[in-house]
C-alpha cells in the first residue's frame, strides 16, 4: 500500500511492476540483472483518486498517461532494482501529491498607468533611435 496524503491511499492491486534490463549504469551486470522499474499504475479505475484529481494528473503527465488510462513510469536511474523501484514509487506519489493541488484561478488584471507611460516612452526612444539610422544629405 502506496500512502500519499491523509486522504490518498494506494493499494498494491492498483500498481505493476515489471522489471526489464536498464541503460546506462552497471557494469557487467548491465547485460544479466533486470533493474530497471517500469511502474504500471491505473488511474482511470482507481478508486481512490477523485474524478478532478485523476483530470489533473492526466495533464501533469502527459505522454506517459496512456490510451487506457494508466500511468507508466520507467525508471532506470541506479544499478539497484530495489532503489530504482523506491524512485518509481517516489516519483508517482509525487505527481500525485501535485494532482491534488487545486489550481489557483486566475484574476486578470489591466497594466497600470505608469506601466502604459514605460512602454510608450521606451517605444519613442527606439524609434528615435532607429530614426536616426537614416540617410545623411547635404545641408546645402
Not at 544479466?32 to 495533464?59: D, G, I, W, Y
Not at 487506457?68 to 532494482?81: I, K, N
Not at 509525487?94 to 517605444?123: F, Q
Amino acid at each position: 500500500m502506496l500512502r500519499i496524503n491523509d486522504q490518498i491511499t494506494i493499494e498494491d492491486w492498483e500498481i505493476t511492476e515489471t522489471f526489464t534490463r536498464a541503460q546506462g549504469p552497471g557494469g557487467q551486470n548491465v547485460n544479466k540483472v533486470s533493474t530497471a522499474v517500469e511502474l504500471r499504475f491505473e488511474a482511470e479505475r482507481s478508486p481512490h483518486l477523485p474524478q478532478p484529481v485523476k483530470n489533473r494528473l492526466r495533464r501533469i503527465a502527459g505522454r506517459r498517461w496512456t490510451s487506457d488510462g494508466a500511468l507508466l513510469l520507467l525508471v532506470q536511474d541506479t544499478r539497484s532494482q530495489a532503489r530504482n523501484r523506491e524512485i518509481a514509487r517516489d516519483r508517482l506519489a509525487a505527481m500525485i501529491r501535485k494532482a491534488c493541488e487545486k489550481p489557483k484561478k486566475r484574476i486578470p488584471t489591466r497594466p497600470t498607468l505608469g506601466s502604459k507611460k514605460r512602454r510608450l516612452k521606451a517605444k519613442a526612444i527606439h524609434g528615435e533611435k532607429k530614426a536616426l539610422r537614416g540617410k545623411v544629405s547635404d545641408g546645402e
